[in-house]
């Protein structure tokens, strides 16, 4: 046990995701052992990090603008759309140099055991973006989990009647995994193989 | 530490660290019981997809402290792939999953009648052969049974006066005749009551013949019996498409 703002310092770290109880501690005092500016470093970044990233007004992703590089960027197709989980599912589609269309971040996926509904995601934001005909192809690339799969269905279900081209990432992404861990290559080829959506 | 063995049926996922997982599962032998899967996200993993929720395992264990870890799983059945490509299943599968959680609240305590209500329960819904919102009701109606809480939907739960009734009350024992029903007590429909009746008991030819009006209302009280028993209800709940 330790006092005061050590012991602080600690619950605050162990509150991140993927940090336990010992990793928090060893966390808490490498930061107790580090040079005071690399410290005051990363508290700044901290909390600037929090000031000035936003959210893109159009799809979501990160961005320090009203709207993020990708959504200004006119060479990018603005028939295709990708609809993903989270930011960091953006990167990881980007890193592939398989697509050129644009992007919606849904802020998760469908999870009824965790309370997450549908209209707790960026859904209704995402069929307002479709209301100008513009789009043609919808490309789910959700998490390969149940809830990603689950996710899928229920936008599937909900763009067919809209007449565009409703496709899923090909299999070959491994099942029950995230799509942050799938490599280049796997994702770069579940992109060529997407497969379209029956409702 | 010993090892041991059991079937099971994994209820939730949670994740810890960089690559494993907390799984919850009800096991045939032991109950609910709290796992690790070591580098279950990772690609590749020796437990692929068997672990995730619906995923009906063989599997063996190293007891733990308070966690125990699986060390290998075989899949027996899994009926997330088939449930999540249909969304009413899917979500009134997840609600049966959490209450199956939530009605065995010891740790290791075995129950394995409600090990074998979740299993059959899974099997009805992905045989698509009934309405997965009445599938769901029999399930929590059971499964409510189960652990001690079977209200009355025949007979007045207070003088055992024989139904049919027309007033239901979730705290004062279930249906209830007009002589035992207090003053401002809703009153119910008794093809609902039959309905849930039906649905404890089994009488599917009954049940798949009900009307929507009176599904709507059983699945309404059947909700509401839940959260009664448990003091929260169910998160998933509310989330379940109905037909
Ligand atoms: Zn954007
Ligand atoms: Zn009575």
């Known amino acids: ?199 | 530490m010993p090892s041991y063995r059991d079937e099971a049926i994994v209820l939730r996922t949670q994740r810890l660290g960089e690559a494993d997982r907390i799984v919850t599962l009800l096991t045939r032998g032991r109950g609910r019981v709290r796992a690790v899967a070591k580098g279950v996200r990772r690609t590749g993993s020796r437990f692929g997809a068997r672990l995730e929720p619906f995923g009906h395992v063989d599997l063996q264990l190293h007891e733990g402290r308070s966690l125990d870890t699986v060390t290998q799983a075989e899949s027996l059945q899994s009926y997330g792939a088939e449930l999540s490509g249909d969304y009413p299943r899917w979500t009134s599968g997840t609600a049966m999953l959490e209450a199956a959680e939530r009605l065995t609240p010891v740790e290791r305590e075995p129950s394995v009648q409600q090990y074998l209500l979740l299993v059959g329960g899974l099997r009805t819904l992905v045989s698509r052969t009934h309405d997965p919102s009445l599938i769901l009701d029999a399930f929590l109606l059971r499964s409510l049974a189960i652990a001690g809480w079977s209200p009355s939907f025949w007979d007045c739960g207070l003088c055992t006066a024989p139904g049919p009734h027309r007033a239901f009350s979730i705290t004062g024992g279930g249906a209830l005749c007009t002589d035992c029903r207090p003053p401002g007590c809703a009153t119910t429909a008794p093809e609902t009551l039959a309905l849930l009746g039906a649905l404890l008991s089994g009488d599917w030819v009954l049940a798949d013949a009900s009307d929507p009006r009176h599904r709507r209302e059983a699945s309404g009280l059947a909700a509401a019996l839940v959260t009664w028993h448990l003091e929260r209800g169910l998160r998933s709940l509310p989330l379940v498409e109905r037909g």
């Open chain 1, 1 to 199: 046990m330790y006092d005061g703002v050590v012991a602080d310092l600690i619950d605050e770290l162990g509150r991140l995701p993927g940090i336990g109880p010992k990793s928090a501690q060893r966390i808490a005092f490498y930061l107790l052992q580090s040079d005071p500016a690399d410290v005051r470093r990363l508290a700044e970044v901290l909390v600037t990090v929090k000031d000035k990233v936003r959210f893109c007004a159009i799809c979501g992703h990160v961005t320090d603008e009203e709207t993020c590089r990708i959504c200004r960027d006119p060479r990018r197709d603005s028939t295709a759309l990708c609809v993903v989980e989270e930011s960091k599912d953006v990167i990881a589609v980007e890193k592939t140099g398989e697509y050129r269309g644009r992007y919606h971040v849904l802020g998760g996926a469908i999870s009824p055991i965790d309370g997450i509904g549908p209209d707790d995601l960026r859904i209704r934001e995402l069929l307002q973006r479709l209301t100008d005909g513009e789009v043609t192809e919808i490309i789910v690339a959700t998490d390969p989990n149940l809830e990603g799969e689950a996710t899928a269905t229920y936008l599937a279900r909900l763009l067919a009647p809209m007449g565009l081209t409703v496709t899923r990432l090909a299999s070959g992404l491994p099942v029950g995994g995230d799509l942050e861990y799938a490599d280049e290559v796997t994702l770069g080829r579940a992109f060529a193989g997407r497969r379209r959506l029956d409702a």
